[in-house]
């Protein structure tokens, strides 16, 4: 079974705070993405990378900056928090672009203050 | 205009009912397409792709229709465990994947 663990279920942060959020996954996949996801809304790519030290801007990147030093995780980072960013974020990874299945990681849901 | 537009629901449905929903979308270059399913405060998981000629998984069958750009999924003899948020994507040219907003759907006892 593949598996994607994101470091935290829940975060709550102060304006203007760095935040990194971590995923792993155990499967060997060549692609990573970030989403965020809010009401009424569908799922929103912010980045995506296919393959170690790549990175690629989604739909949402401002605000937002990853790092994949690793094949097997993906941080985002949050480089100074605003309430527009509180969130749920959920990071998937995918053996193929786009094709594939997507697997998710359980979320992080985020609340900036 | 969304680019992937789904009804949100919530869809009420008595346990062992049949309900449909669609889902239409505006890239008429669109390649490919799925619908997955995520309950409750849980992640998104893949439900079924969706083929031209339509598929067809157990209770659930889902339809594409190109010239009218949507694609449909029916669960038949719904189950109370089939209550959860149902995603509909769409695969553009780009290789990316757009999300549906979701649409709810409740079965009750």
């Known amino acids: 079974d593949v598996k994607v663990t994101q470091s935290s279920r829940y975060l709550v942060k102060r304006t203007g705070e760095k935040v990194f959020l971590e995923c792993v996954q155990d499967m060997d996949h060549e692609n990573m993405f970030w989403y965020r996801q809010d009401p009424g809304l569908g799922l929103r790519l912010i980045y995506f990378?296919?393959?170690?030290?790549?990175?690629e801007k989604g739909d949402i990147p401002e605000g937002y900056s990853v790092s994949r030093e690793k094949k097997e995780r993906f941080s985002l980072i949050l480089e100074s928090a605003s309430t527009n960013q509180t969130s749920m974020y959920l990071c998937?990874?995918?053996?193929?672009?786009?094709?594939?299945?997507?697997?998710f990681g359980p979320g992080t849901r985020l609340l900036v203050l | 205009r969304k680019e992937v537009e789904q009804d949100p629901g919530p869809f009420n449905v008595p346990e062992g009912a049949t309900v449909a929903f669609n889902c239409t979308y505006s890239n008429s270059a669109s390649q490919s397409f799925f619908w997955y399913r995520q309950d409750c405060r849980k992640e998104p998981k893949l439900l079924m792709s969706?083929?031209?000629?339509?598929n067809e998984d157990g209770r659930f069958t889902a339809q594409l229709n190109r010239a009218s750009q949507y694609i449909s999924l029916l669960i038949r003899d719904s189950k109370l465990s089939d209550s959860a948020t149902y995603l509909c994507v769409v695969r553009d040219s780009n290789y990316q994947l757009i999300w549906g907003a979701g649409t709810k759907l409740i079965i009750k006892p």
């Open positions: 990378s296919y393959d170690v030290k790549m990175k």
């Open positions: 998937a990874s995918s053996s193929r672009l786009g094709t594939e299945t997507q697997y």
């Open positions: 969706v083929y031209s000629s339509g």
